[in-house]
């Protein structure tokens, strides 16, 4: 049985924290799936297609990767796709609080599927999408933060 991981989020925009992750665990799994989630709650900067696009471009390289979008439950888009472990990143304590929540919670629905962290390094540990977005609203330069095939249009 292959071990697919679903690494969801709302990747807005998708940073080098993310890619790190999903890069660093392909030696657990033999296929990992980024699914951009369609969440009615967040205001997102950049569209759904846009996001979608710039992930297959980070991963041209690996056919390991493969990346989608879905909306409802995580847990039931890891059904549709028989993902068996969801993977997240840790950067900080808060990110424990938080994760530890939306872990547990996944774990009650659907008790067949693991939740993975994998550490950020330490040098991405202070890297987010919101903080990306800060830069790039007031016109600052936020290259340095996403992988090279991500171009922000001035
Ligand atoms: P969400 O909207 O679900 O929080 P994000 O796109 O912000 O989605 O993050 C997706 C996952 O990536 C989360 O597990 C988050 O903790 C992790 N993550 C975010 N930034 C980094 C980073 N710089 N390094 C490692 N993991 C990160």
Redesign the pocket.
Known sequence: MSRIAL??????P?????E??VRRSLSLFDHVIVAV?Q?ST?ANLFSLQQRVSWIKEVFADTDKVSVSSYSGLTVDYCKEVKARFIL????TSA?FGF?RGIGQVNKALLPSVETVF?L??PE???????IIRDIIRNGGNASQFVPDVIKFDK
């Not at 690494?7 to 807005?12: A, H, R, T, V």
Request: proline residues 3%; glycine residues 12%; hydrophobic residues 35%.
């Open positions: 690494f969801p989020g709302s990747f807005d998708f940073t080098i924290g993310h790190s992750i989630g969440n967040k997240r990143g840790l950067r990110d994760e994998i950020a390094l991405h540990s202070a890297i987010s999408s919101t």
